[in-house]
Structure formats: structure tokens, C-alpha cells
């Protein structure tokens, strides 16, 4: 290997994060050990391969997912270079003119933690509704409608029900809506729900208030879809209902 790390968060191991790492067509990956160690090979002739046309100095790109269940840790994604952003802050760009890419160990790598926390609820209890349900944000700018929504972030509820997110400050009109998803064990008894804040979206600081909670919501249409001949159930299909205007 010639790009070695071991994350860790508050002085203490993550094991079993996920780092992947890609130029153009070309990736590789690694989970952590136990130890939160992780090591993985920047192939130079590989990357030449997938990507011919290529040369010079290239970003790499980094993305990183915490562990399954662990909403103390969150997920990002930078390239070689970024400033502020671990991993890719000690990376340098790859070289394709030289014959390797030059080792890089960072022995402690600090991962991201959240800065906004949110709890998802189960709406016939008020209580959490448990680990698997999906939490995504979008922003938009008031002051630029023109551009439309964008996904900023998203992650996993764990076993609390607590989805950990890191979302960068943007500017002062921008504002958030918030998309909870249930488990995928409950995509029968919960459903999902976007909330806007009454149409007003939610501020950075609304957003990242301490305590915030969202509540799934309960069905009012139950379909069963079919496979073809109309006797087996179609498992893991996906169904869409959309709102048309015949006028």
C-alpha cells in the first residue's frame, strides 16, 4: 500500500468506516480493521488504463461512510488537496507523468462529526422509530430560485433512531427541507414525509438546533404490486403516483 491511515474520533479507533478513493474511471476501496486502520494502493498504471486520456497532475477523489449504526460519525467526500477536510487535506494530487505515486501515511486521521442531529420518530408512538430509517436534506437559495433544490447530505438512522449529518454553513438565504424515510422493514406501516417548515424552509441554525425531531408518516393507500401473470408478489419493486392536471 502506499496511502495508509487509521481514523479515529475523540482519541479513540473507528473501526470498520469505508474509504474509497477514485481518478476518472478508475476506484478502489477499504474498510477499516478493528483498529481503525486502513490501507489502500493508488495505482498509477491502473488509472492510465481506465483513463488514456489523462495526464499530468490529477485530483483523487475521497469519500468516506461511517460504520453501519454509528451516527457519531458522519459521511463526506473531498478531493486531493481540499483544505479543512481530512484525508484529503494531507493528499497530494497524483503525478501521471511520474513513475509512482509517492507514499502518503497519516498515522490519526480525525473523521467528521455531526453538526446537525436528527431524531426520527415513529408517529403512533412519538418514539424513536429505531435504526435503517434514511434521512436526506435539500437546500435552496431564496435569493436564487432559479437554481433550484440540490442535495447537501444524508445519512442513517442508528439504533436510537438518531441520523448524524455534517451540513456546511451556506449563505443567509438559504434555507433546508428535510426528507425522512422509514426502515426498509417498515416501508408498509410508515411512509415517508418532507418537511418544509410550513413552506418557509429551515434556516442553518433551525436546522442544526439541538433536539430537532421528524416524524415518518402513516399510509392512507396500501398497493400490492403483482409480478407478471398477476400471482407472485413483486418484491422489492418500486411504485410511483403522480398528480395530473387534465385540464
Known amino acids: ?92 494530487d497524483i503525478d501521471l507523468n511520474a513513475t509512482s505515486y509517492a507514499s502518503v501515511s497519516n ?18 408512538t412519538n418514539l424513536s422509530v429505531g435504526v435503517n430509517a434514511w434521512v436526506g436534506i435539500f437546500a435552496y437559495d431564496t435569493a436564487l430560485p432559479q437554481n433550484g433544490t440540490q442535495w447537501v447530505g444524508g445519512g442513517n438512522s442508528d439504533v436510537d433512531g438518531y441520523v448524524g449529518l ?35 424552509g429551515y434556516t442553518d441554525t433551525e436546522l442544526k438546533a439541538t433536539g430537532l425531531s421528524f416524524a415518518l408518516g402513516t399510509p392512507n393507500t396500501v398497493i400490492t404490486v403483482k409480478a407478471p401473470g398477476g400471482v407472485t408478489d413483486n418484491k422489492f419493486g418500486w411504485i410511483g403516483i403522480e398528480e395530473v392536471d387534465m385540464t
Open 1 to 92: 500500500p502506499n496511502l495508509k491511515m487509521t481514523l479515529v474520533l475523540n482519541g479513540s479507533a473507528v473501526p470498520y468506516a469505508h474509504v474509497g478513493i477514485g481518478i476518472g474511471n478508475w476506484w478502489t476501496g477499504s474498510q477499516a480493521d478493528a483498529q481503525g486502520r486502513i490501507s489502500l494502493f493508488v495505482d498509477r498504471a491502473a488509472i492510465m488504463a481506465a483513463n488514456p486520456g489523462l495526464t499530468s497532475l490529477t485530483d483523487i477523489r475521497v469519500w468516506i461512510d461511517p460504520p453501519y449504526g454509528n451516527s457519531n460519525m458522519v459521511r463526506w467526500d473531498c478531493n486531493s488537496g481540499d483544505t479543512g477536510k481530512p484525508i484529503c487535506s494531507d493528499l497530494t
Open 107 to 124: 498515522n490519526n486521521v480525525t473523521v467528521l462529526g455531526p453538526n446537525a442531529r436528527i431524531l426520527v420518530k415513529d408517529p403512533a
Open 166 to 200: 455534517n451540513i456546511e454553513t451556506r449563505t443567509a438565504t438559504t434555507r433546508f427541507t428535510v426528507e425522512v424515510n422509514p426502515p426498509w422493514n417498515k416501508r408498509v406501516s410508515l411512509t415517508r414525509v418532507v418537511y418544509d417548515n410550513g413552506g418557509a
